[in-house]
């Protein structure tokens, strides 16, 4: 959650997995995430991008994290890569965000329309770090085959924002992306029977964004469910 998801804020939640950000990377993407401020959105502004990212990583040493990105550049998403794998976590390409001025920028969703160039990434980032993609589910898109590239090309976790525009979580797309390899599924988590649901539709990790924003023992709450509580590996 960009403006929130920090590690100070991550510390505090009892999670598997925390993924900081959404940062920005260079400095297109920086300028579009300050444009997104001037009307009120919430971003991390940093003045130096890996500076201030690689306190952040500092900050949340010793748990397992990952970094949600945008960049407008190849390079951006490689330095970014090559910090995040030296404290040993993963990269997360923000091909999901649809707030018009990271899309001018070629951020975010841009990607998941432009997917040549988002495997090209992958491939390239994937070289260097475990790489992560997070997508947007409720587009008329073939998202099978597109997590079939995705993951060919060395992405190593699809994280999948399910959403149906104006109702829940799409479970059956969750099914079928999960068949193809490692999901984190998400959307609408907000309960033991929701979070449930996603696993046993097939994703391996349930992510939650807003429901912690109104519970913040949110993830300590679900970890009473087996289900949910089960230890889960990615292999290497
Ligand atoms: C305040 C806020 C900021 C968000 N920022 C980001 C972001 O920077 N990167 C990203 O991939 N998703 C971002 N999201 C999307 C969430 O991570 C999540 O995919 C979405 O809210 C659906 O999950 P939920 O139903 O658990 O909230 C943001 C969501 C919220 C509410």
């Known amino acids: 959650m960009a403006g929130v998801n920090n590690a100070e804020f991550c510390k ?21 995430a300050r444009k997104a401020v001037e009307r009120g959105r919430r971003e991390f502004i940093f003045e130096e991008p890996l500076e201030g990212i690689e306190r952040e990583i500092k900050t949340i040493k010793g748990r397992k994290f990952a970094v949600n990105v945008r960049s407008s550049t190849l390079d951006g998403y490689l330095e970014v890569a090559n910090l995040v794998e030296s404290y040993g976590g993963i990269l997360e390409i923000n091909a999901h965000c649809r707030q018009p001025e990271f899309i001018s920028a070629h951020c975010g969703e841009w990607l998941l329309f432009n997917l040549e160039e988002l495997l090209k990434i992958v491939k390239e ?28 090309s060395g992405c190593r976790i699809v994280h999948l924002d399910a959403m149906i525009p104006n109702a829940d979580c799409d479970f059956e797309l969750i099914k079928r992306v999960s068949q193809l390899g490692f999901v984190i599924g998400n959307n609408s988590f907000v309960d033991l029977a929701t979070g449930e649901k996603m696993i046993l539709s097939g994703a391996k990790m349930a992510s939650a964004a807003r429901a912690v924003l109104k519970d913040p023992c949110f993830f ?4 009473k469910s087996d289900i949910l509580s089960q230890p889960v590996e990615l292999e290497l």
């Not at 300590?220 to 970890?223: A, F, Q, S, T, V």
């Open 12 to 32: 505090r939640q009892k999670a598997g997995l925390v993924i900081l950000g959404g940062f920005n990377a260079d400095k297109e993407a920086m300028n579009a």
């Open 125 to 152: 980032v994937s070289k260097v770090a475990i790489t992560a993609v997070k997508i947007r589910g409720g587009h008329d898109l073939d998202y099978k085959a597109i997590c079939e590239k995705i993951f060919k």
């Open 220 to 223: 300590e709450k679900m970890l």
